[in-house]
């Protein structure tokens, strides 16, 4: 996927759009977190249903990577906002001009949604 077509298809998808959502975790427990409203991406001719097993890895121009949960991404000001873990707190920012490749992925665990 584009940058471009990655911020256009985020475009409203902010913190304040975020919607508390509970999961059921494979080790058992379930969790709380904000997740984005995004039902689905158009990633070059394929259709990615958003959920919460898809990951989204982004690639910096400096070769750097993280590996977000996408539910839990949004973006504000030119800066994509995502969590690295289903804990509170793991959140790291990118900025899009700084953005060289991005890639989805199934982490194939299973998740499941309690409520969305």
């Known amino acids: 996927m584009t940058v471009s077509s990655l911020a256009e298809q985020m475009q409203g998808v902010n913190q304040a759009s975020m ?3 509970g999961v ?19 990633c070059a001719e394929e259709k990615i249903a958003n959920g919460p097993r898809l990951m989204m890895r982004i690639t910096d121009k400096e070769d750097n990577q993280v590996t977000y949960y996408f539910d839990t991404v949004f973006l504000e000001d030119s800066i994509l906002t995502g969590s690295t873990s289903r804990l509170e707190g793991f959140k790291t920012k ?23």
């Open 94 to 116: 990118v900025r899009l001009k700084s953005i060289e490749k991005i890639q989805f992925f199934d982490n194939r665990l299973d998740i499941k949604y309690l409520s969305k």
């Open 24 to 42: 059921k975790m494979p080790s058992g427990p379930s969790a709380e977190y904000m997740a984005n409203t995004v039902d689905s991406l158009q």
């Open 19 to 21: 919607k508390k959502v």
